[in-house]
């Protein structure tokens, strides 16, 4: 980088054709890579040579890191003419001027590509998400029949099987409206007509869908042939696809094709000899995606649409639960319930929302695939976790093994919210000693509810307690990492 007689540092002139300040840059070597807290120093004073690009090429600099850096030197030199050191700025002074601009530019995020224009969440695509609210809503319905019993394992197993279809449905529309969906009549009636057919399924969605069989099927097949039509129609009709683009079409022709001819075979299958064969044509469908993997790395997904559309509907799965909780809020309930339900369901929600404006790289390149079985995961958690809470509200349910159900889906839902640091911007993903950390502490708390967990109350505040405990445990990890960076805390 050069800086041609901008300044004099020491009042004196420079016989050299372009000059340098000697400042560490917090937590970064030399060399660009990165530095414990306790490794590096601020210079006492500003010389009159430095080097502030970092080299780009290199055994130890793979094809990832290379750009990374690439990306830093380019921000250094358009700072270079943002920013002027006066004469006698004491270092820490110059840091935060220059240099400290340049770490918190680079910090922050991927680099969008050039020449992508972010593709802006439609208010079709939120539209469409409220049919699932309401989907998520009658298969919660499968419980409501239990008062007095914990439901049979017949009941947990159809209400994940119909919630995993479900969420199936939506993660195959979002990842091809997120790639190839535009405002055009043709995706709009391809909507309407899968909103139309779900309403099909979600009144089928109760403890007696086998016998809704032919009802519930065919809606799911037409589904599955219409979101197959549009990949097709895609596939023919769209102009400038190159072949990567056309790789990903065809293979979501055959997979949601085979997955059709499989739910249609089931219907009769079901008539004739009574077996349910519909469970092979989901793990198909699953399974046929991520086989995709491949394509879609070579295409990345606009990952901030992404981001923002599965935010969106954990945002109407916490809505479900806000909902779910309202049996505490009765005249027979102690407030104390009501209090630590309301308080539990704020933290979980809380503890998601800090990792999604604090910690996600809104602009990673990715194919999304991980991120969205990820959020498929999680929202089976979440809507489990409102099951439990109901659950937990009715005195006549037996204890124990509704504690163990709200344990488990604690468990994963944390699990999940873990798994997502994947997709966290460089510097602020969590290191193994955090992970470990919640790790011990997610045993330890199944360990206290196991043991004192009979006793409602005392569960109860173990439960917001851990909650809560981890969702600091971020928030402290994330402040600490920042100040070592010299940018400042969450909190000031």
Not at 399 to 406: D, G, H, L
């Amino acid at each position: 980088m050069s800086l041609k007689d901008d300044i004099d540092l020491k009042g004196k002139d420079f016989k050299d054709d372009e000059y340098t300040e000697d400042v560490d840059i917090p937590g970064m070597d030399s060399d660009g890579s990165r530095m414990d807290k306790g490794d590096y120093v601020i210079k006492p004073k500003i010389l009159e040579k430095m080097e502030i690009h970092v080299r780009t090429h290199g055994a130890d600099i793979d094809e990832e890191e290379h750009r990374k850096r690439e990306y830093f030197n380019k921000i250094v030199d358009e700072a270079a003419g943002e920013s002027q050191i006066e004469q006698g700025t004491p270092v820490r002074e110059a840091e935060g001027s220059l240099l400290y601009r340049i770490w918190s530019r680079v910090n922050q995020e991927s680099p969008r590509p050039k020449g992508q224009v972010e593709k802006k969440v439609e208010y079709i695509e939120l539209f469409y998400d409220l049919i699932f609210v309401y989907s998520l809503r009658t298969i919660n319905a499968l419980f409501h029949g239990y008062e007095d019993s914990f439901p049979a394992w017949q009941s947990i197993l159809t209400f994940v099987f119909l919630t995993a279809v479900v969420m199936q449905v939506w993660m195959f529309t979002t990842m091809f409206f997120n790639r190839y969906g535009r405002k055009a009549l043709r995706d709009y009636i391809s909507i309407f007509a899968n909103m139309y057919l779900l309403y099909y399924m979600a009144s089928g969605s109760n403890i007696h869908w086998l016998d809704h069989y032919v009802r519930y099927h065919t809606a799911w097949a037409l589904i599955m042939a219409n979101l197959a039509y549009r990949s097709w129609d895609k596939l023919r009709f769209a102009p400038k696809l190159d072949d990567i683009d056309k790789d990903i079409l065809r293979n979501n022709v055959v997979i949601l094709t085979f997955e059709f001819v499989i739910i249609a075979a089931s219907i009769p299958a079901h008539h004739f000899t009574g077996i349910v064969i519909s469970p092979v044509a989901l793990i198909v469908g699953y399974v046929g995606k991520m086989k995709e993997h491949s394509s879609y790395a070579r295409r990345p997904c606009d990952f901030p649409h992404f981001a923002e559309r599965n935010l969106l509907l954990v945002i109407l799965t916490f809505g479900e639960m806000i909902i779910g909780i309202a049996g505490y809020f009765t005249e027979d309930s102690h407030i104390a319930f009501n209090i630590i339900s309301f308080l539990v369901v704020i933290g979980m929600f809380l503890s998601y929302g800090f990792f999604y404006d604090n910690v996600l790289d809104h602009h990673k390149k990715t194919s999304g695939l991980g991120y969205l079985i990820i959020h498929v995961i999680m929202i089976l958690a979440i809507n489990s976790t409102t099951i439990a809470l109901e659950l937990l509200a009715r005195p006549m349910v037996p204890i124990f093994p509704k504690t163990i159900w709200m344990v488990i889906t604690m468990f994963i839902y944390y699990i999940c919210l873990i798994m997502t640091e994947r997709y966290a911007k460089e510097q602020v993903k969590m290191d193994y000693k955090s992970m470990v950390k919640i790790v011990i502490l997610m045993i330890g708390y199944t360990v206290l509810m196991l043991l004192a967990g009979h006793n409602q109350l005392i569960g109860s505040l173990i439960t917001v307690s851990f909650v809560y405990i981890v969702f600091f445990m971020f928030l402290h990890r994330h402040n600490v990492r920042l100040k070592e960076m010299k940018v400042g805390g969450y909190i000031e």
